[in-house]
């Protein structure tokens, strides 16, 4: 990896910019939570506020936790396994994903996204 010249290396960074990195799964996720906690509280009434919190705590653990993690797992794959381990392993999240993407129900109504403002 550090013999890579430096186009190459720019070029990965522009790759994973394109996909918006932790920013973009912050605000999507932040997003799903608030629209799905909307609909649950006109539902179910003032309860709900607890229940956005923790929704809300939940996602931020999760994601410490991955911080954590993640590179200790990874250092522990590598010392322990090859590389072809990693490439099985993010063949597997991505299909974790793609089928996740697809089957997540659509947190908006149709009703509720007619009447949103739009802008030009």
Do not use: K
């Not at 947190?107 to 996204?113: H, K, R």
């Amino acid at each position: 990896w550090f013999h890579l010249p430096p186009e190459t290396l720019a070029a990965g960074c522009f790759i994973q910019g394109l996909g918006g990195s932790y920013g973009a799964f912050l605000m999507s996720t932040s997003a799903y939570i608030a629209d799905v906690n909307a609909r649950d509280a006109a539902e179910q009434g003032e309860e709900q506020a607890l229940a956005r919190s923790h929704r809300f705590s939940i996602v931020e653990a999760m994601l410490t936790l991955g911080i954590i993690v993640g590179p200790a797992g990874g250092g522990f794959l590598l010392e322990y396994s090859s590389f072809s381990v990693y490439f099985l392993l993010i063949s597997g999240l991505c299909l974790a994903l793609i089928g996740f993407v697809t089957t997540i129900p659509e947190s908006v109504s149709p009703a509720t996204s007619a009447a949103a403002p739009r802008f030009p």
